[in-house]
Every structure is written in C-alpha cells, then in structure tokens.
C-alpha cells in the first residue's frame, strides 16, 4: 500500500530562521506530489505542486520543494519564516491506478513560528 | 470562483445517532473526495466519485457509512450509527478529472463530535 511520511509532528522556529520538513512517499511509480497547508481555522490550500520536469518547484509565500526520486521525498523548504506561517503542512501524493487518480496525505507537520 | 462548500460547519451527536453531511463541489468539477481527517492525523480517504459514480470506496467502512452523488454535483455523506471514533473533521473536495490529475479544492470541513 502506498503510504506517505511526514518526519516532523511539531517543529518550533523562531523568525527568520529557515524551515525544512521532510516528506517521503513508498510508491515506485508514476506520482505527482503536493504540499497543502491549513491555517488555524481554515481550509486545506494547494502550496505548490510537481507533475514533471524541473525537480525544484516553487509555490506561494515563498516555499519551494526539491523532488528527489532516487530517494522517493520531496522535502518542502522556506528560507526565512514568518510568524504568519505558522500553520499545519501535509504531503500528499497523487498516482494513477484502476484509471482514476488517488490523493494520499502524510500525517501533516505542525509549524509554530515564535515572533 | 465559488469554493467547495460543506454544512454543517459543526455537529455534536450521541453516540448510535445518525448524521449527515453535504458538500457542493466546485462547479464543473467532476471528481468528488470526502475525507476523513482525525485529530493529529492527515486526511484520509473515505470515498472518491467520478461524476455520480464511485471510483474508490476501499476505506468507507460500509457498515455504518453510506454516501451519495446524485446528477454527479452535490454529495451527502451520513453516518448511521455514529460511535464515538467517528469524531472527526470531515472534508470534501474536488477537482476538474481524476483521469488527468490537477489538484484537488478543499472545503472548510464539518467537524463531527460524538458523545
């Protein structure tokens, strides 16, 4: 079965240090990976995104991810944290199968920045 | 653009009590997802329609859970029993196709609390 693993439950920064959570998915073939985040109270919103070519994504607010596929992650990065990031961040990971598209989470990262 | 919209926003139940949940996707979007996402945990899958029929229901556990899509736009997802694991948020989403995955839009959820 496919899983999805998120390292870090909690991770506590304080401003401007940088970020990096990791991710890493068991599926061999075909995937396309995401970040989500949540902020307190709100919906699950897209961060970025990798389907294909360049292994280095760049999302909104200033995150970006490096899908590595020899090592099967896609570790989510931000160089200077902002307290208004603090929120939950979940890996997701999208394969084909039986023709239809399948979304799995990791079990999310929760990030407090301390101003 | 309108979101994926879900009521109610929160639920508080006794355990053996029915409820039920509703959500309108994104319009034009064919592709339906009702989560599960219990507290400390990521999102998991809990049915996937495709139009108004059922792509992957593996994890509904069918014995109490039922759901429905019909004319493939609004859903309604119940529980009937509910047991006092079923607490939870209950998120749906959508996205365009899941046979040429985008990325999936996310509602702001029903939290279910039973006692």
């Known amino acids: 079965a496919q899983s999805v693993s998120q390292h870090n439950h909690h991770v506590i920064l304080s401003e401007a240090a940088s970020l990096e959570l990791g991710c890493n998915y068991s599926y061999g073939g075909t995937v396309n990976l995401f970040w989500y985040v949540q902020y307190p109270g709100q919906h699950l919103q897209l961060l970025l995104k990798?389907?294909?070519?360049?292994?280095l994504v760049k999302g909104i607010k200033g995150f970006e991810a490096e899908f590595i596929k020899s090592k099967f992650s896609f570790n989510l990065r931000k160089p200077s944290v902002q307290w208004s990031d603090t929120a939950e961040y979940f890996c997701a990971v999208a394969r084909s199968g039986a023709g239809s598209y399948q979304l799995t989470f990791g079990k999310g990262t929760k990030l407090s920045v301390i101003p | 653009e309108a979101g994926v919209a879900q009521s109610p926003r929160y639920k508080i139940i006794e355990k053996r009590q029915s409820v039920a949940f509703w959500c309108n996707p994104i319009s034009g979007h064919a592709t339906l997802y009702w989560y599960q996402q219990i507290l400390g945990q990521g999102p998991k899958l809990l049915i996937q329609?495709?139009?108004?029929?059922?792509?992957?229901d593996s994890q509904l556990p069918k014995d109490r859970f039922s759901a429905e899509r019909l004319k493939g736009v609004d859903s309604t997802l119940k529980i009937q029993p509910a047991k006092l694991e079923d607490s939870a948020v209950y998120l749906c989403?959508?996205?365009?196709?899941?046979?040429?995955?985008?990325?999936?839009?996310f509602g702001q959820g029903t939290r279910l609390t039973v006692v």
């Open positions: 329609f495709q139009n108004n029929g059922v792509v992957d």
């Open positions: 990798y389907f294909s070519g360049d292994p």
């Open positions: 989403a959508s996205s365009l196709d899941d046979r040429i995955y985008t990325e999936a839009f």
